[in-house]
């Protein structure tokens, strides 16, 4: 508790010793990032295989999702593919992790049958915003395989973001309280498979799946 109070932006990683008891788990998870498993290498396979750069871009979203104090939307762009889909339910559930509670969002329609039967396939569950909605009901905003609120997706351009991670370069500056743009990537879902390695969550089936 010393630690997340005095070193707000740092990563934590905690480690409960060998036979923990329960509660004391339970203890560090509400406050930690990450309980190394004492059968595992969670810390050390993190520490030695990230590139500083990496960690800072981990560490910034983990510090901007406990900022949420309420519900995320993970908004795609207008008429999602399933790199736009993939990538928000990877979002969701890195948010689940620091017990914020994320809900992937689109405007418009999946018209295409392919993307229609990725949705129907995994069963997916995504909410389809009206034209105009005022976003009030959220606390924060998330912006995925696109950057700029208004362009491509039905936000107001005065949209305040919290998070964009977009692997399209932006034609004009984009603004957000995190920010990953690297268009040298194929695919936002490689971005966002990234953040989940780091992270050292295994996804399930369902998002395994999208992702591929």
Request: aromatic content about 4%; glycine content about 6%; charged content about 25%.
């Given at each position: 508790?010393v630690?997340?109070?005095?070193?707000?932006?740092?990563?934590?990683?905690?480690?409960?010793?060998?036979?923990?008891?329960?509660?004391?788990?339970?203890?560090?998870?509400?406050?930690?990032?990450?309980?190394?498993?004492?059968?595992?290498s969670?810390?050390?396979?993190?520490?030695?295989?990230?590139?500083?750069?990496?960690?800072?871009?981990?560490?910034?979203?983990?510090?901007?999702?406990?900022?949420?104090?309420?519900?995320?939307?993970?908004v795609?762009h207008?008429?999602?593919?399933?790199?736009?889909?993939?990538?928000?339910?990877?979002?969701?559930?890195?948010?689940?992790?620091?017990?914020v509670?994320?809900?992937?969002c689109?405007?418009?329609e999946?018209?295409?049958?392919?993307n229609?039967?990725?949705?129907?396939?995994?069963?997916?569950?995504?909410?389809?915003?009206?034209?105009?909605?005022?976003?009030?009901?959220?606390?924060?905003?998330?912006?995925?395989?696109?950057?700029r609120?208004?362009?491509?997706?039905?936000?107001?351009?005065?949209?305040?973001?919290?998070?964009?991670?977009?692997?399209?370069?932006?034609?004009?500056?984009?603004?957000?309280r995190?920010?990953?743009?690297?268009?040298?990537?194929?695919?936002?879902?490689?971005?966002?498979?990234?953040y989940?390695?780091?992270?050292?969550?295994?996804?399930?089936?369902?998002?395994?799946?999208?992702?591929l």
């Open positions: 508790e630690a997340r109070e005095q070193f707000s932006d740092a990563l934590v990683v905690a480690y409960a010793g060998d036979d923990p008891h329960e509660e004391t788990v339970a203890a560090l998870d509400a406050v930690a990032d990450r309980v190394v498993d004492p059968h595992g969670v810390a050390r396979a993190f520490l030695d295989t990230a590139t500083g750069e990496t960690v800072t871009r981990v560490t910034r979203l983990l510090r901007v999702l406990r900022t949420i104090d309420g519900t995320l939307a993970v795609m207008d008429n999602p593919d399933p790199d736009a889909i993939a990538s928000a339910l990877a979002l969701v559930r890195i948010a689940d992790l620091v017990g509670d994320a809900v992937p689109y405007f418009g999946v018209s295409h049958q392919e229609r039967a990725l949705i129907n396939l995994l069963d997916l569950s995504l909410r389809n915003l009206e034209p105009g909605a005022t976003m009030d009901e959220y606390d924060g905003i998330a912006l995925v395989d696109h950057s609120p208004g362009v491509n997706d039905g936000l107001a351009p005065d949209t305040r973001v919290d998070i964009a991670i977009d692997h399209h370069p932006p034609r004009a500056p984009v603004e957000a995190c920010l990953d743009l690297r268009s040298g990537v194929g695919a936002t879902s490689t971005l966002l498979t990234e989940l390695r780091r992270l050292r969550i295994e996804p399930d089936t369902t998002l395994a799946t999208a992702l």
